[in-house]
């Protein structure tokens, strides 16, 4: 970026610098009182709804399917979505897994 006025960009750099200082405050008080954010929830519904459906293959594969089509729509890689639906699966498995060992 470049700038015409060196007053300009010390405000730039300012400005950068008070939000770096409010997003790690913001974080940081999320942690402290314990509250998710919209990542921690999406993965808590995904695990939800693949564990329920876990039975149920068909519905499993059409849920996963679903997913993939709107991780695509919102311009991600339709592979990689499909490798990391299936990482989290191996990993659901793995915890039922151990939770059915004790």
Do not use: N
Not at 31 to 55: F, K, Q, V, Y
Not at 69 to 91: H, N, P
């Amino acid at each position: 970026m470049t700038f015409h006025d060196p007053e300009d960009a010390r405000r730039w750099r300012r400005r950068l610098k008070r939000q770096r200082e409010y997003q790690r405050k913001y974080r940081e008080r999320l942690i402290a009182e314990r509250t998710p954010e919209r990542s921690d929830i999406a993965t808590a519904c995904l695990e939800a709804c693949m564990t329920i459906s876990r039975g149920q293959f068909s519905e499993l594969q059409q849920l996963a399917k679903a997913i993939v089509d709107r991780l695509v729509s919102r311009g991600f890689d339709r592979a990689q979505s499909i490798e990391r639906i299936q990482q989290v699966a191996a990993k659901l498995q793995d915890r039922a897994r151990r939770e059915a060992e004790d």
